[in-house]
Structures are given as structure tokens and as C-alpha cells.
């Protein structure tokens, strides 16, 4: 059972560089999220889809499109990377199931230069 | 001002020592809140919940404690373990299934 999975685990991007992380998950949950990590400022939702064929921008969506391709997954795409959006995405699941225990993917640590 | 503060916002232990992190909030309605533990390099996993009528709830050497009324939550870790060294992340689901995260606890064990 591997939970959520995320790909890749590491990126170096050249600024306006285009780039998709990809996300699935097994658990059957509705509700799927990217967040962003960085130092000092804590995990920030960037997107998030509710159910399958929703998806709703969260506190952090300018630069980034996403796409809930069918139950098990949620990609994130960065059409024009730029230095600020160095940081590590996490993907979770599960958030609006029962008692909205998120489940987390492992990261992806992602560089612009 | 975030919705949900935490302090310290990291601390260094003595292994085999205690701590205590906070965690206040002020979103409302308030539904539940949940400790979650990150190591470094690693997603979040959730340690333990609280709800509104739960005073005090123990996962091995972690209890967590939640006053409703103050809006204050407590983690408090006994005998510590270098395995206890991560950050620890506050998150309250309140209203209509709306999740507020703290910025974390860092917590560093040494020997």
C-alpha cells in the first residue's frame, strides 16, 4: 500500500522552464491537495480538488495550473518557472474524508535557478 | 495575524528530557485539531486528533492536551529520543472543512 506518490523527488529548473509533479494516491480519497514548504513560513495550499473534475486555487495559486486527472491523481504544472517558486511540494490526500486526516506524499524538492 | 500560532518556534532537548510545544488558535467553528509529525526530508504524519470534548490524549510518549475554551493545545513530549528530533505541525479543521496550519515546533534532541 504506497499511500501518495510523488514524482519527481528532485528538479533544478532554469527560470521560464515549463514543468509538471506528479501525484497519485491509493486510498480512495476524494479530496486531493499540493501544498508548497518553505523555511519559516510553514505548508501553504496552493491548490486543491475536492472531488474528481474539481479543483479550487487555495492561499498560494498564482504561477501554478493543476490538473485532477481521475480519482487517484493531481498534477501540478508550473508553465514558467521562476526563482520564487523554489521550494519543496508536498501532495496530500484525504482532508475532507471523515475526520480530514491528511496523508502526505514524501516531496518533491524543486530549484529554480 | 495567522490563525494558528506556535511556540517555540523551535528548541533544542537534552535526550531523555521533556518538552511541551503550544499551539493556539483562533479559527471557529472549531471541529477538530491534529498534531502532526514531520521528519526532516519526509511528508507530514499525523501523531494524534483531538476533538472539541477531548481534554487529553496520549500516543505513547506523545500526549497532547486541548482546551477548547482557551483555544490552546499542548504536545508534550516525555523521555525524549533523538527519533523525537522534527518538526511538529499544528492543523485545525474548522468551519466548512477548512484546514489552518501552524508554521511548526522544531524540536532538536541531542545526546
Known amino acids: 500500500n504506497a499511500g501518495v506518490t510523488q514524482t519527481p523527488k528532485f528538479q533544478v529548473l532554469k527560470t521560464g522552464q515549463s514543468m509538471t509533479l506528479q501525484c497519485a494516491q491509493d486510498?480512495?480519497?476524494?479530496?486531493m491537495y499540493w501544498y508548497r514548504q518553505d523555511p519559516g513560513m510553514g505548508l501553504r495550499l496552493i491548490y486543491y480538488s475536492a472531488s474528481e473534475g474539481t479543483t479550487d486555487k487555495g492561499e498560494v495559486p498564482n504561477g501554478y495550473n493543476v490538473s485532477r486527472l481521475n480519482k487517484r491523481e493531481f498534477s501540478l504544472r508550473l508553465e514558467s518557472a521562476a526563482p520564487s517558486q523554489t521550494s519543496v511540494y508536498f501532495c496530500?490526500?484525504?482532508?475532507?474524508?471523515?475526520?480530514?486526516?491528511?496523508?502526505f506524499g514524501e516531496g518533491s524538492r524543486l530549484t529554480v535557478l | 495575524k495567522n490563525q494558528v500560532e506556535q511556540s517555540p518556534q523551535s528548541l533544542i532537548i537534552l535526550e531523555g528530557k521533556n518538552c511541551t510545544l503550544q499551539?493556539?488558535?483562533?479559527?471557529?467553528?472549531?471541529?477538530?485539531l491534529r498534531w502532526y509529525k514531520q521528519d526532516t526530508g519526509r511528508g507530514p504524519v499525523s501523531l494524534t486528533i483531538?476533538?472539541?470534548?477531548?481534554n487529553t490524549k496520549s500516543n505513547g510518549r506523545y500526549t497532547a492536551t486541548l482546551d477548547a475554551d482557551t483555544k490552546q493545545s499542548s504536545l508534550h513530549i516525555t523521555a525524549s529520543q533523538l527519533s523525537d528530533s522534527a518538526s511538529y505541525i499544528c492543523v485545525v479543521k474548522y468551519g466548512n472543512n477548512r484546514l489552518a496550519f501552524g508554521k511548526g515546533n522544531q524540536v532538536v534532541v541531542i545526546p
Open positions: 486510498m480512495n480519497h476524494n479530496s
Open positions: 483531538m476533538t472539541f470534548s477531548e
Open positions: 496530500a490526500s484525504g482532508g475532507l474524508e471523515n475526520t480530514g486526516e491528511l496523508f
Open positions: 499551539c493556539n488558535y483562533t479559527v471557529s467553528p472549531f471541529s477538530n
